[in-house]
């Protein structure tokens, strides 16, 4: 399996654009999560679906966040208006009751909003 | 107080010792993950247990429940371990609401 695909890695932007970061998890796994991490937070949780369905978003940081699971294979996670604050390493991650609830994680989307 | 406290904060080691990073959380967990990310970004993990021990090559992860403790383990250090460790818990089986330490960073020498 290719692991966790992430795209696009590098991603700069101005502020007030529209940023979409995209995640396809590991075929079969049925949760699949998106963090956050910086220098001063560390990594978070924002969001994570269980069956394309979103079971918790208390991690995303406001209305400007939103994310979408459409289908098993394929999730998106958009910031509009992007600002400065935003700018981090988003990464996504994917797991399956069958491999123990283990989670794999994709390379990561650097984020740069000037 | 952080919910999950890694200690160091930062380690440095001669190829050959071995290492120890501990992580002490105080929630109720279903489950602690010891994660490596590598200088490149990526994250990998490393270990899952709800309970007692386990080992795979020269890396072993132990646990405390009625501690709330877990230790992650390196025998033999060499160069290649130099990363970042983080410590997760999951308060659900499931596996959704993963809480992070903030790392512990490795640097081994030659």
New interface residues.
């Given amino acids: 399996d290719a692991g966790v695909i992430q795209s696009p890695r590098h991603e700069v932007t101005e502020m007030g654009q529209e940023v979409t970061l995209r995640c396809k998890p590991i075929s079969g796994h049925n949760?699949l999560?998106w963090y956050r991490q910086t220098m001063m937070r560390?990594?978070?949780?924002l969001i994570?679906f269980?069956n394309n369905v979103p079971?918790?978003d208390s991690g995303m940081p406001e209305d400007r966040f939103s994310a979408k699971m459409p289908n098993a294979s394929f999730s998106t996670l958009k910031i509009q208006p992007s600002e400065p604050r935003d700018s981090a390493?988003y990464?996504c991650?994917s797991?399956s009751?069958s491999n123990?609830?283990?989670?794999?994680?994709g390379?990561?989307t650097?984020l740069t909003v000037t | 107080k952080n919910e999950v406290e890694q200690s160091p904060q930062n380690l440095t080691a001669q190829e050959g010792e071995f290492i120890t990073i501990n992580c002490s959380y105080s929630v109720g967990i279903s489950?602690l993950?010891w994660?490596q990310q590598h200088p490149g970004?990526?994250?990998?993990?490393l270990f899952?247990l709800s309970s007692g021990k386990k080992k795979h090559g020269r890396l072993i992860a132990t646990i405390n429940i009625q501690e709330k403790h877990s230790s992650l383990h390196i025998t033999a250090s060499h160069p290649r371990d130099s990363a970042v460790y983080?410590c997760?818990v999951?308060r659900y089986?499931?596996?959704?609401?993963?809480?992070?330490?903030?790392?512990t960073k490795l640097s081994v020498k030659p």
């Fill in positions: 949760s999560f560390g990594l978070e949780l994570y269980n079971i918790d390493v990464f991650a797991s009751w123990g609830y283990e989670q794999y994680f390379p990561g650097r | 489950a993950h994660l970004g990526g994250i990998v993990s899952m983080i997760a999951g089986i499931s596996q959704g609401n993963l809480i992070f330490g903030k790392g």
